[in-house]
C-alpha cells in the first residue's frame, strides 16, 4: 500500500510538473501564434477577375506578381486564391490601409505612348529597372533606369525613330513621368524616367515596374481594415474575460465535485496549453472568433469530465468501492463522450469546408478543442484521479455519492412544453414578417448578407443614437452622396453602413470622422462587401446548417439502430435554431457572419446534450429487455433525471465563459457571444424538456399503429 502511494504521489508530481510545463510552453508560443488581422491590425481584401474562366497560369502569375508587391508593406503579407477565380491578400500590420489599397487596386501597368495616344511598348518588354541619381550642376535628380529585353529594344528603337522631334511619353498607371522630345533613335536598349522628387520614389516606382503588369484585370468584392490599436485591445480583453472564466469554472468544479473537480482542472490547465501548441504547430490563424471558439471550447470540455464524475457518484451510490467506482465511471460514459463530440465535431467540420475567412478560423480552434477535450478528459482527467486515490484519497467522501431519488415526470409536462415552444417560434415568424414589411428583409442583415461600406468609429464621448443621427449622419451623406445611411450603436463604438464607396471616398469618411469629431484614427475599421459576396454568403449559411443536419442525423441513426431518436434530435434541433433566429428578430440582432458560426455552435452544442440523455435511455431500453418491469413512460423520465444535474452544471459552466466572454469582449465578440448565450440555454431546455418528449411521442404513436 505504501508502495502504491508512492507511486500515485509520483505520478501526481509528473502531472503537476507537465502541467506546468505545458504552461509555460503554451505561453511561450503566444509569440509563435499566427494572429488574423482583426487581432494583429491590417488589411485584408478579396479580388476577383473580371475576366471569366481564367487560366491557372494566369491566375498563378497574378498571385505571385501581387505577393511581390504586398512584400513592400509587411514581409508577413500572404496571397493566395480562394476557388477559380478570386484572390485573396492579407497584410497584417500595417497602418496607412486606404492608400495600400488604392494602391494595389491599380493595374499596375507601364507603357510608352506617341503624341497621338498610340501603345509603342508595354512593362512585359522591360527587362531591369534600377533607381539612381544624377548630380548635374550641383543638383540631383531622381531617376528610374529601364534596361529593354530584347524584343523591347527592337521595338523601342522603331518607336524613337519614327519619333524623332517629337515626344513619347512613359505612362505608369496612368500617371505621365516623363514625356521627353526624342532627339535621335535610341537603339541600346535602355532609357530614363525622371521627375521623382526623391530616391525613395525612384526606387519604389522601380521596385514596381520589376514586378510588371498583372495579367489579370481584378475588380475588388470584399475589404477589411482594422486598427492595430483595437487588434491589441481585442487579444488583451478575450485573454482577460478567459482568465477569469477559467478561474470560475475552476473553483466551480473543485467546490461541486471536490477530488474529481481537482483532477479536471488540472486536465483542463493542460488542455489550455496543448490548444496553444496545436495552433502553433497546424499553423492556424487565429481570429477573435477564435479566440471565442477557444474560450466556448473551455466550457464545453467541462462536459465530458461532468458525464464521468456523474457516472462514478452514481457507482459510489451502489455500494461500489472508489477505485471500482472509478474504472465503471470512465467506461459507462465512455459511449456518450464519443457521440456527443463526434456529432459537435460534424458540425465543425462543415463550418470549415462552407466558411470562410474568420468563420474557418473559429471552425478550427473549435474542432482542435474537442479533439483535445476528448483526449484530456479520458486520459489525463483518468491518470489525475488514480494518482490522487493513490495519495491517500481513497474515501467515498471525497468523491460525493448520487443515489437514485426522485423521478421528475418531465413527460407530463411535454404538452406546456410543445406550446411553449411553438408560441416562441410563431412570435418570431411575426416579428420577421413585421421587420419584413417595415426595412424588406426578414431579419436585420447586416452588411456581411446585403453589401455595402461598414465603418466602426469610437467617439472621444459617449454618444447616443439620436446625436449620431444629428451630428455623423449628415457628414457621411454628403460624403458619400447615400441619404440611406444606417446606424447602429455597439458596445462603445458606433457602425455606419452606407452604398458600397470606393477607396477615395472611404479616405475621405476617415478624414471627415477625425476632423469633425476629433476620433483617433488608429481606432476606425472599415470594411467593405459587395453585393455578390453578401448573396454567396446567404446561400452557404443555408446549406452549411442543411448539410451539418443531415450528416448529424445519419450519424446518430447509424449508432443509436433507431431512426426515432435522429429524427427527434433534429426536430429538437431545428426547434433550437428557430428559437434563436426568434431572438435575432425580435431584439433586431444583427445577422452577419458570425451569425453562421454562431448558429453551427448552438446545433453542435445542443445535440451534444441530447446525445447524453439518449445514451441513458438506449442503457435503461437495454435493462428493460433484461427484465426491467418499469414502463417507456418512466425510462425517459429516469433518463431525463439521471442527466439532468450533468446538464445543468455543464451549461452553466459554458454559460459562465461565454458571459465574461460578452462583459469584458470587444464589440465583435459581444455580437457573438450574446446569441449564443441565448442559444446554451435554448439548448439546455430543449435537451431536457424538448427532445426525450418528441421521442417518446414518436415511439408510442409506432406502438399505437401497431397494436391497431
Request: charged fraction near 15%; hydrophobic fraction near 45%.
Amino acid at each position: 500500500m505504501k508502495n502504491s502511494k508512492v507511486k500515485g504521489l509520483l505520478g501526481l508530481l509528473v502531472l503537476l510538473f507537465a502541467v506546468g510545463l505545458f504552461g509555460f510552453f503554451g505561453y511561450d508560443t503566444m509569440d509563435d501564434i499566427k494572429l488574423g488581422l482583426d487581432l494583429a491590425g491590417g488589411v485584408s481584401i478579396t479580388y476577383q477577375a473580371v475576366d471569366e474562366n481564367p487560366t491557372s497560369e494566369e491566375m498563378s502569375d497574378t498571385i505571385y506578381k501581387l505577393q511581390q508587391r504586398v512584400q513592400n508593406y509587411s514581409t508577413e503579407a500572404v496571397v493566395y486564391q480562394e476557388g477559380s477565380d478570386r484572390i485573396n491578400i492579407d497584410i497584417p500590420g500595417v497602418s496607412d490601409a486606404n492608400a495600400i489599397l488604392e494602391e494595389l487596386g491599380k493595374p499596375g501597368s507601364l507603357i510608352f505612348t506617341d503624341e497621338t495616344g498610340k501603345t509603342l511598348l508595354t512593362g512585359d518588354q522591360v527587362a531591369s529597372a534600377k533607381a539612381g541619381i544624377i548630380e548635374q550642376n550641383g543638383q540631383k535628380s531622381y531617376v528610374v533606369s529601364l534596361t529593354f529585353t530584347e524584343e523591347g529594344t527592337k521595338a523601342f528603337a522603331d518607336a524613337t525613330s519614327a519619333n524623332v522631334g517629337k515626344r513619347i511619353a512613359i505612362i505608369y498607371d496612368n500617371q505621365i513621368y516623363s514625356n521627353p522630345v526624342v532627339r535621335e533613335a535610341i537603339t541600346g536598349g535602355q532609357c530614363q524616367i525622371d521627375g521623382m522628387t526623391d530616391y525613395t520614389e525612384a526606387e519604389n516606382l522601380a521596385a514596381t515596374i520589376r514586378i510588371g503588369s498583372l495579367s489579370l484585370e481584378l475588380q475588388e468584392l470584399r475589404s477589411n481594415v482594422v486598427g492595430a490599436q483595437l487588434g491589441q485591445q481585442a487579444i488583451s480583453t478575450s485573454l482577460k474575460a478567459g482568465a477569469i472564466g477559467f478561474a470560475i469554472v475552476a473553483v466551480f468544479m473543485m467546490v461541486v465535485y471536490l477530488i474529481p473537480g481537482v483532477a479536471a482542472v488540472i486536465a483542463l490547465a493542460l488542455y489550455v496549453g496543448l490548444v496553444l501548441i496545436m495552433l502553433t504547430a497546424f499553423d492556424i490563424t487565429l481570429t477573435l472568433p477564435g479566440v471565442a471558439g477557444i474560450i466556448l471550447s473551455v466550457g464545453m470540455a467541462v462536459d465530458a469530465n461532468v458525464i464521468i464524475f456523474t457516472r462514478i457518484k452514481e457507482e459510489i451510490g451502489l455500494g461500489h468501492s472508489v477505485k471500482s467506482a472509478i474504472k465503471a465511471g470512465f467506461s459507462k460514459a465512455l459511449s456518450a463522450i464519443l457521440d456527443g463530440n463526434i456529432t459537435t465535431l460534424i458540425a465543425a467540420a462543415v463550418l470549415y469546408f462552407r466558411g470562410s475567412g474568420t468563420v474557418k478560423g473559429f471552425a478550427s480552434t473549435l474542432a482542435i478543442g474537442i479533439v483535445l477535450s476528448m483526449f484530456t478528459a479520458l486520459f489525463i482527467t483518468k491518470g489525475a484521479l488514480y494518482a490522487l486515490y493513490a495519495v491517500g484519497f481513497e474515501d467515498p467522501k471525497f468523491y460525493g455519492t448520487k443515489k437514485d431519488g426522485k423521478i421528475i415526470n418531465f413527460l407530463g409536462k411535454k404538452n406546456i412544453c410543445f406550446i411553449l415552444s411553438i408560441a416562441v417560434i410563431v412570435a418570431g415568424w411575426a416579428g420577421m414578417a413585421l421587420h419584413k414589411g417595415q426595412t424588406g428583409y426578414v431579419l436585420n442583415y447586416g452588411m456581411d448578407f446585403t453589401g455595402g461600406t461598414s465603418t466602426n468609429v469610437t467617439f472621444n464621448e459617449d454618444m447616443s443614437l439620436d446625436d449620431i443621427s444629428a451630428k455623423v449622419v449628415p457628414v457621411v451623406s454628403k460624403i458619400t452622396g447615400d441619404a440611406d445611411v444606417q446606424t447602429q450603436k455597439v458596445a462603445g463604438t458606433n457602425e455606419v453602413i452606407t452604398k458600397t464607396l470606393d477607396v477615395e471616398q472611404r479616405q475621405q469618411l476617415e478624414d471627415a470622422m477625425v476632423e469633425n469629431f476629433g476620433v483617433d484614427a488608429e481606432k476606425i475599421t472599415a470594411e467593405s462587401i459587395s453585393g455578390a459576396v453578401s448573396t454567396e454568403m446567404k446561400k452557404d449559411a443555408v446549406w452549411a446548417v442543411t448539410i451539418a443536419t443531415v450528416l448529424m442525423l445519419l450519424y446518430i441513426w447509424f449508432r443509436f439502430k433507431d431512426i426515432r431518436f435522429a429524427a427527434s434530435a433534429i426536430l429538437a434541433l431545428v426547434h433550437d435554431v428557430l428559437v434563436v433566429v426568434t431572438f435575432y428578430s425580435l431584439a433586431k440582432w444583427s445577422v452577419g457572419s458570425t451569425f453562421i458560426a454562431c448558429m453551427l455552435t448552438i446545433v453542435g452544442y445542443s445535440i451534444n446534450a441530447t446525445i447524453v440523455i439518449f445514451d441513458r435511455i438506449r442503457e435503461n431500453l437495454a435493462l428493460k429487455k433484461a427484465g426491467s418491469k418499469q414502463t417507456l413512460e418512466e425510462i425517459v423520465n429516469l433518463s431525463i433525471t439521471q442527466t439532468f444535474t450533468r446538464s445543468i452544471n455543464t451549461s452553466l459552466t459554458t454559460f459562465i465563459m461565454v458571459f465574461v466572454l460578452f462583459l469584458l469582449g470587444v464589440s465583435s465578440i459581444r455580437e457573438f457571444a450574446l446569441p449564443l448565450m441565448v442559444g446554451i440555454v435554448c439548448g439546455t431546455y430543449s435537451s431536457v424538456c424538448v427532445t426525450g418528449a418528441l421521442w417518446y411521442v414518436l415511439t408510442t404513436r409506432k406502438q399505437k399503429k401497431a397494436e391497431k
